[in-house]
């Protein structure tokens, strides 16, 4: 079974607070994506990384930030949250092609 | 680029009638289909997947057509469950490189008892 987990279901943080979301796949799959969803605008792509050290920005990168350091490892990060990144963020990966995506169980981030 | 689109946000169906969940799609080129589910609370769960080569796909009590002419993908379901109550999404393809699925918005089923 593949396997995807982030590091937190559920989390508070408050307005100008640095944000660490992780997310870790026991697959050894190529590509990790992160991806953030609101009611009534579906899954946007934040960021995705195809390798190690690799990104690439999505629709919506603005006021995020990408790392991964190890193949497993794909982490966000909200330099300086704010109430309009308040949501249900989900990771997901693929193996070498980009389709085929299978998601983690997500994690709701309020900011207040 | 491509677009992907649901014809409704919301369907109800009634347990053990059959359901329909429609997607458009916008790239002509678009070469790889998948539908996924999503319960409450939890990520999107891969159903099942069509290749832009065929144009019907079966799976066990779900079913996907594919029709390229008119850029249109279904997806059915047979004898709806109670537990088949979730958002059901439409993923797109398109072999351009490193382009990721393009998701459509979502369509809310609900299974009425």
């Known amino acids: 079974d593949v396997k995807v987990t982030q590091s937190s279901r559920y989390l508070v943080k408050r307005t100008g607070e640095k944000v660490f979301l992780e997310c870790v796949q026991d697959?050894?799959?190529?590509?990790m994506f992160w991806y953030r969803q609101d009611p009534g605008l579906g899954l946007r792509l934040i960021y995705f990384?195809?390798?190690?050290?690799?990104?690439e920005k999505g629709d919506i990168p603005e006021g995020y930030s990408v790392s991964r350091e190890k193949k497993e490892r794909f982490s966000l990060i909200l330099e300086s949250a704010s109430t309009n990144q308040t949501s249900m963020y989900l990771c997901?990966?693929?193996?070498?092609?980009?389709?085929?995506?299978?998601f983690g169980p997500g994690t709701r981030l309020t900011v207040t | 680029g491509e677009s992907v689109g649901l014809h409704l946000p919301t369907l109800s169906v009634q347990e053990g009638d059959n359901s329909i969940i429609n997607c458009a799609y916008s790239?002509?080129?678009?070469?790889?289909f998948i539908w996924y589910k999503q319960e409450s609370g939890k990520g999107p769960q891969f159903i099942i997947d069509?290749?832009?080569?065929?144009d019907k796909r079966q799976g066990q009590r779900v079913t996907v057509l594919l029709n390229k002419t008119v850029k249109h993908l279904s997806l059915q379901i047979a004898a709806t469950q109670p537990g088949d109550s979730a958002v059901y999404f439409c993923?797109?393809?398109?072999?351009?490189?490193?382009?990721?699925?393009?998701f459509g918005k979502g369509t809310r089923l609900s299974v009425i008892a």
């Open positions: 997901a990966i693929s193996d070498r092609d980009l389709y085929e995506q299978y």
């Open positions: 697959m050894d799959h190529e590509n």
């Open positions: 990384s195809y390798d190690v050290k690799m990104k």
């Open positions: 790239n002509s080129a678009s070469d790889y």
């Open positions: 069509i290749r832009s080569n065929m």
């Open positions: 993923a797109v393809w398109v072999y351009s490189g490193n382009t990721p699925l393009v």
